[in-house]
């Protein structure tokens, strides 16, 4: 049995392309998916989900943690062409992917990119993640972690994640830490969570180091 998960850097996994067309209220494009990559031949339901709740997109540096083949990158991209999307994953073949997509669909301000690529100094003014749950709890909050605390101040991240995959523990983990976390939709066993960025103190300058 293949030891791949879509998180393996460079899935052994034979290709096997298949394309999907993701059609919302306000956009609609298609999508080359692969063997490998999350989602392998569909658009996942928390992803579809997640798309058809976000509200207006705002301007400046956003990110798509976990952004597989670019569903949400390129979504987020059309709906605002002012924003700048970093499309972030360690899987290389969905990376990719992502990129081809994302010039198919005329998003030309979606750079995919691994995690080290993207710039320290960036603070992103949104987050939009269906994260990579199946990491491992102790993987997932150190990753979460990473990118929340590089939002804006009064910036949110927007994540969706199944209930029965630990959406409410997540959830209560997050408000632990001291962000506001708000359950904005409930649909088909998921949960879509905002996630406020936790208020920097004047005196606390931990963020800068």
């Not at 990473?146 to 630990?166: C, K, M, N, S, Y």
Request: hydrophobic fraction near 45%; proline fraction near 6%.
């Amino acid at each position: 049995m293949s030891q791949d998960h879509y998180f393996s850097r460079d899935p052994t996994v034979a290709s096997r392309s298949k394309t999907i067309q993701v059609t919302l209220p306000d956009v609609s494009f298609e999508l080359d998916t692969d063997r490998g990559v999350f989602a392998h031949g569909h658009l996942d339901i928390g992803t579809d989900l997640l798309l058809r709740t976000v509200p207006t997109v705002p301007p400046g540096e956003l990110l798509d943690v976990g952004c597989g083949y670019g569903a949400i990158a390129i979504t987020v991209a059309l709906r605002n062409p002012d924003a700048r999307v970093w499309a972030v994953d360690v899987n290389r073949r969905a990376l990719d992917l992502c990129a081809r997509n994302a010039e198919r669909a005329g998003a030309v301000n979606v750079v995919a990119a691994e995690p080290d690529a993207v710039p320290g100094g960036i603070k992103f003014a949104a987050i939009y993640s269906n994260p990579p749950v199946r990491l491992g709890k102790e993987a997932l909050h150190e990753l979460l972690l990473t990118w929340i605390g590089r939002l804006e101040p009064d910036a949110l991240a927007t994540l969706v994640v199944q209930r029965h995959l630990g959406s409410d523990s997540l959830a209560a983990w997050l408000t632990s830490l001291g962000h506001r976390v708000e359950r904005v939709r409930s649909r088909f066993g998921y949960r879509v969570l905002e996630v406020h960025a936790v208020a920097a103190s004047p005196h606390d300058d931990s963020r800068a180091r």
